[in-house]
Structures are given as structure tokens and as C-alpha cells.
């Protein structure tokens, strides 16, 4: 028996460690590597230059821009509301605290289709927002700005549940000795507090894009869906299907999920490099 599986046989908690990683293994073999091979091949059936040619088109790059130019505006909103949130909820004390905590969580559990209608009667013109905003000559509904506020509103919750658990462990001695030290409020903002959560800020961020450059149901009622202006990549792939192009819309497809890769990427990329710096 080597070193190797000794340790691993004195340190697993679970018994039956290659039974355990088979299952495992397999499991995401079938339910996320087999579909993204699936649509890979699928897309391949075009060829190099019909995929370049079907994802360039001027619709379509306009789709991809709102899309992920969406999520990544969501993400960073949702990132910056999400610490704000996640502090008030720790750190303070107030009536109808635990109501606002399991309201956080209502986009998770909301329909996808209800929130989108729920949005659209909101922020339209005869809403209760949308109609003072109408009247100050902001539209909201049916514009790229009610795509924004679709995406805000279902990536809430992902900052918010990353922060949490940090901001609970975060001793206060930090704090007391920098307040000893001669700090004021905003230097132990910036230089103690804020430092260790940035990497779970990231992470809630990138979780909030993820599900935004995906999001069908909240977006397709209040975007208004004008090529060029306010259509999301979804939408068009599942006009190309209904047209029977299952190559392109395959295409389409295959950039979105590489693109989101590259970003999710440099995201952790990034949080990475946070945590060697602060030693975290």
C-alpha cells in the first residue's frame, strides 16, 4: 500500500473512496460534460466558417452584447448591494430582521415567468415605479434598463448568501485594535473589514453573472425584445430553433458558454490573486 492510499484511507471520513469517486465522476460525466459535448458536436456539424458566420452576424453580436454587458452591470450592482445587505443583516439588530433575510432568498424560489410579469407590471409605464419615472422621462420596461433590473433582481441573492457566513466569522479584535491604534471609521472599512471579503464578494459576483447571461423567463416579458436594442442571446437561440436551425442556434450556444467561461475564468483568476495577497 502506498503513502498515498494510507492517507487517504486513515483521512476519509466516507468509507469506499473509489466507489465514491466513480459515482461522482460519472455523475458529472452524464448530467454536465455529456450535454456540453453534445452541443459542441452539434455545433461542430457547421464547420469553422459556418460557425463564424452564424455567431457574426449583426443581430446576433448585438444579443451577445446585451447579454453578457447586462449580466456583468447586474453582477457588480448586486456585488456592491449584496455586502450592504449581508452587513445590515449581521451586524445589526431590528424588527422584522428574519422577514428581510428569508426575503433574500424569495428570487430562488420565485418562478422565473411570475417574476418577469411581476417586474413588467412594476416598472411599466402605468406601474407604481414605472410610472413616476415615466413622468422624470426614464422608461424602464420594455428597454434594456428592465433587462437590468430583471438580472438584478435574480442575482441578488448570490452575494448576499456568499458574505454572510464570512462577515458572521470575522472577529472583532481587528477592529477594536485598529480603533485603539487611532483609525478612524472609513480606514477600518477599507484596510480591515473590507480586505477578507472581497474574495467572497467576487464569488457571490460571478455567481449573480453566471445565472444572468443564462436568465430566460424574468427578461423575455420586460425586455421588450427589439433586435439590435433589448433582445438577449436566450431569446434569439430559441428563435432559431422554433426555425429548425438547430446547428446555429447550437452555435450561438457554444460562444455563449465559452464566453462565460473566459469571464468566470478571469473572475476566479482574479479572487485568486486577492487571496495570496492578503494571505487568506
Same mark, same amino acid.
Given at each position: 500500500?502506498?503513502?498515498?492510499?494510507?492517507?487517504?484511507? &486513515?483521512?476519509?471520513?466516507?468509507?469506499? !473512496?473509489?466507489?465514491?469517486?466513480?459515482?461522482?465522476?460519472?455523475?458529472?460525466?452524464?448530467?454536465?460534460?455529456?450535454?456540453?459535448?453534445?452541443?459542441?458536436?452539434?455545433? *461542430?456539424?457547421?464547420?469553422?466558417?459556418?460557425?463564424?458566420?452564424?455567431?457574426?452576424?449583426?443581430?446576433?453580436?448585438?444579443?451577445?452584447?446585451?447579454?453578457?454587458?447586462?449580466?456583468?452591470?447586474?453582477?457588480?450592482?448586486?456585488? @456592491?448591494?449584496?455586502?450592504?445587505?449581508?452587513?445590515?443583516?449581521? &451586524?445589526?439588530? !431590528?424588527?422584522? &430582521?428574519?422577514?428581510?433575510? *428569508?426575503?433574500?432568498?424569495?428570487?430562488?424560489?420565485?418562478?422565473?415567468?411570475?417574476?418577469?410579469?411581476?417586474?413588467?407590471?412594476?416598472?411599466?409605464?402605468?406601474?407604481?415605479?414605472?410610472?413616476?419615472?415615466?413622468?422624470?422621462?426614464?422608461?424602464?420596461?420594455?428597454?434594456?434598463?428592465?433587462?437590468?433590473?430583471?438580472?438584478?433582481?435574480?442575482?441578488?441573492?448570490? =452575494?448576499?448568501?456568499?458574505?454572510? =457566513?464570512?462577515?458572521?466569522?470575522?472577529?472583532?479584535?481587528?477592529?477594536?485594535?485598529?480603533?485603539?491604534?487611532?483609525?478612524?471609521?472609513?480606514?477600518?472599512?477599507?484596510?480591515?473589514?473590507?480586505? =477578507?471579503?472581497?474574495?467572497?464578494?467576487?464569488?457571490?459576483?460571478?455567481?449573480?453573472?453566471?445565472?444572468?447571461?443564462?436568465? $430566460?423567463?424574468?427578461?423575455?416579458?420586460?425586455?421588450?425584445?427589439? =433586435?439590435?436594442?433589448?433582445?438577449?442571446?436566450?431569446?434569439?437561440?430559441?428563435?432559431?430553433?422554433?426555425?429548425?436551425?438547430? *446547428?446555429?442556434?447550437?452555435?450561438?450556444?457554444?460562444? @455563449?458558454? @465559452?464566453?462565460?467561461?473566459?469571464?468566470?475564468?478571469?473572475?476566479?483568476?482574479?479572487? $485568486?490573486?486577492?487571496?495570496?495577497?492578503?494571505?487568506?
Amino acid at each position: 500500500m502506498t503513502a498515498l492510499a494510507f492517507t487517504l484511507k &486513515r483521512n476519509s471520513v466516507i468509507p469506499g !473512496f473509489g466507489v465514491s469517486l466513480g459515482v461522482t465522476i460519472l455523475y458529472l460525466g452524464v448530467i454536465v460534460l455529456l450535454p456540453l459535448t453534445a452541443l459542441a458536436a452539434k455545433a *461542430a456539424g457547421l464547420g469553422p466558417m459556418g460557425i463564424i458566420a452564424s455567431v457574426s452576424e449583426p443581430r446576433v453580436l448585438a444579443a451577445l452584447r446585451v447579454s453578457f454587458g447586462s449580466a456583468l452591470m447586474a453582477a457588480a450592482i448586486n456585488a @456592491m448591494l449584496g455586502l450592504l445587505i449581508a452587513w445590515v443583516l449581521v &451586524r445589526y439588530s !431590528f424588527p422584522g &430582521r428574519r422577514v428581510v433575510d *428569508a426575503l433574500v432568498d424569495l428570487p430562488f424560489a420565485l418562478p422565473t415567468a411570475v417574476a418577469g410579469i411581476a417586474l413588467t407590471a412594476l416598472y411599466a409605464d402605468t406601474g407604481w415605479l414605472g410610472a413616476p419615472l415615466s413622468a422624470l422621462g426614464i422608461d424602464v420596461a420594455y428597454t434594456p434598463l428592465g433587462i437590468l433590473a430583471a438580472l438584478i433582481f435574480v442575482g441578488l441573492p448570490f =452575494p448576499v448568501r456568499t458574505l454572510q =457566513p464570512l462577515l458572521l466569522e470575522l472577529e472583532g479584535e481587528a477592529e477594536e485594535a485598529a480603533l485603539i491604534l487611532g483609525a478612524n471609521s472609513w480606514q477600518i472599512w477599507w484596510r480591515v473589514i473590507l480586505p =477578507p471579503l472581497i474574495p467572497a464578494m467576487l464569488t457571490g459576483a460571478a455567481l449573480a453573472f453566471a445565472r444572468g447571461v443564462g436568465e $430566460y423567463g424574468s427578461v423575455i416579458f420586460i425586455a421588450g425584445n427589439m =433586435p439590435g436594442i433589448s433582445e438577449i442571446v436566450p431569446l434569439l437561440i430559441v428563435f432559431r430553433l422554433e426555425q429548425f436551425d438547430y *446547428a446555429g442556434a447550437a452555435a450561438i450556444a457554444s460562444v @455563449m458558454l @465559452m464566453g462565460a467561461f473566459l469571464i468566470l475564468l478571469a473572475i476566479n483568476l482574479t479572487e $485568486y490573486w486577492v487571496r495570496r495577497r492578503h494571505g487568506t
